[in-house]
């Protein structure tokens, strides 16, 4: 689904190296985990996939079921089948979020050349798929993200995702700031969406949401790198001992 070789990152504005050689191979069906110490570079991976300005790749490469993304327009990331749920989702002040979800929906579905949806279809589904997140009719009329709490913004989220329906799906620590009800909403709302066409990167500090979200493989990532590769078993150990004992171990 994703294959990423020997990606080397900085930052555009400044000399500063940030992604150092990674390299990750992430199947069709599969969920893979991303654990690491804070600032080792694993919102930048997630942005650098998804487009984001002001990084510039410097080695290495990342595609997409065969197809290169690094040069694509982030909508045409988009529209090939990749999703962020950022870590921080951003406010966007006069846009209501049922017309936002629409338009990225209806934006979708032309670039996969299908049909748009009809206003009432499409109100069928996301108050279908909002319920299950428990997010009012309220929350959908009002802009995106405005005024919302840290755990409504993230449940928006993956509400986005539910609707749009990625072939490959980056959750950058969509578990922060969330209590644990809404951590569970959160993981039955992935665990949905599961499936062996659909591909995961779980970006996470803590154990607690990879008891919700099973994952097959878990990767540690330090300094722009990964520098280890397991099973569920890894993220345990992470939370046993922390980072220290892997980064020991690996130096
Ligand atoms: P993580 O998500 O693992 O905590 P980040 O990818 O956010 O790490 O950051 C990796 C490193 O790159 C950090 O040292 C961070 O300060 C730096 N960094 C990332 N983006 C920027 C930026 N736009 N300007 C300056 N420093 C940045
Ligand atoms: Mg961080
Ligand atoms: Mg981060």
Do not use: W
């Not at 990331?77 to 749920?85: Q, Y």
């Not at 670039?111 to 279908?128: C, H, I, N, T, Y």
């Not at 449940?155 to 969330?178: F, V, Y």
């Not at 949905?192 to 990167?201: C, N, P, Q, S, V």
């Amino acid at each position: 689904m994703l294959e990423i070789k020997d990606l080397h990152v900085k930052l555009e504005e400044e000399d500063k190296q940030i992604l150092k050689g990674v390299n990750l191979s992430l199947e069709a069906g599969k969920v893979h985990a991303i654990m690491g110490p804070n600032g080792s570079g694993k919102s930048t991976l997630s942005y650098v996939l998804s487009g984001k300005d002001g990084y510039e790749v410097t080695q290495g490469s990342a595609s997409l079921q065969g197809e290169d993304i690094l040069d694509l327009e982030p909508e045409e990331r988009a529209a090939a089948g990749l999703f962020l749920a950022f870590q921080y989702p951003v406010e966007i002040p006069g846009v209501g979020n049922m017309t936002f979800l629409r338009t990225a929906v209806n934006a979708q579905r032309k670039a996969r050349g299908e049909d748009e949806l009809s206003a009432a279809e499409f109100l069928k589904v996301v108050r279908a798929k909002a319920k299950d997140l428990k997010i009012d009719a309220d929350m959908l009329k009002r802009p995106v993200n405005v005024g919302f709490s840290g755990g409504e913004k993230k449940r928006n989220e993956i509400l986005q995702m539910a609707m749009l329906e990625p072939k490959m799906c980056i959750l950058d620590e969509t578990d922060s700031g969330l209590d644990v009800d809404a951590m569970k909403l959160v993981s039955q709302g992935v665990n949905a969406l599961r499936d062996e066409g659909r591909t995961f990167l779980v970006i996470t500090h803590y154990q607690r949401l990879l008891d919700h979200i099973k994952p097959d493989v878990v990767h540690i990532m330090a300094d722009g790198k990964i520098i280890k590769s397991g099973g569920p078993e890894l993220a345990l150990e992470v939370e046993n001992n922390g980072y220290a004992g892997i980064l020991a171990e690996v130096a």
